[in-house]
């Protein structure tokens, strides 16, 4: 399958924008919000989650997730001394459930793996997600009430399932 990952650009600036957006207004059910104020709400809502992370992780690489030659989600991974740090990942939901983002991850525990250093992430509590990082030997090392830290440690291993999408 062709699936890659390749920096990002300043040409995926619309790409990212909008993904970030649709990924708020489904979190946030935006639909059910007044449409004279959605729009302006959910712009802060991506402008806030830029700043936060470019503030907490100045250093990280940003990727673009591409599947058939078309861009279909972004990660976020910085790569740290000590850590390496999950800061996101986002597959578009046209493209979810088909293993892309489990392929992804993988590659991502792989690589920390032969780095011999944990790969650190925050996870909301009520997402999908929590139990794939489950699956892929991510640990709870933290209860933020709403989000989860959790972290793999090198030798970790993976659960059933190929990730193959």
């Not at 802060?44 to 673009?64: K, M, N, T, W």
């Not at 986002?90 to 293993?99: E, Y």
Request: with cysteine; net charge neutral.
């Amino acid at each position: 399958m062709p699936l890659s990952l390749r920096p990002a650009l300043p040409a995926d600036e619309p790409f990212l924008y909008r993904l970030a957006y649709e990924n708020f207004y489904e979190k946030l059910m935006a639909y059910n919000w007044d449409p004279k104020v959605r729009d302006v709400l959910l712009k802060l809502q991506v402008e806030g989650q830029r700043s936060g992370y470019a503030a907490q992780f100045p250093h990280a690489d940003h990727g673009i997730i591409v599947y058939d030659d078309r861009p279909v989600g972004r990660m976020i991974l910085d790569r740290g001394p000590e850590v390496h740090h999950l800061v996101d990942i986002v597959v578009d939901a046209q493209h979810r459930s088909k293993g892309i983002g489990t392929f992804i991850l993988r590659a991502v525990c792989t690589e920390a793996e032969l780095m011999r250093k944990p790969l650190r992430l925050q996870v909301e509590v009520r997402s999908r997600a929590r139990d794939l990082y489950g699956r892929l030997g991510f640990r709870l090392i933290e209860d933020l009430t709403v989000t989860w830290v959790m972290e793999r440690a090198p030798g970790a291993g993976f659960s059933s399932g190929t990730g193959t999408p």
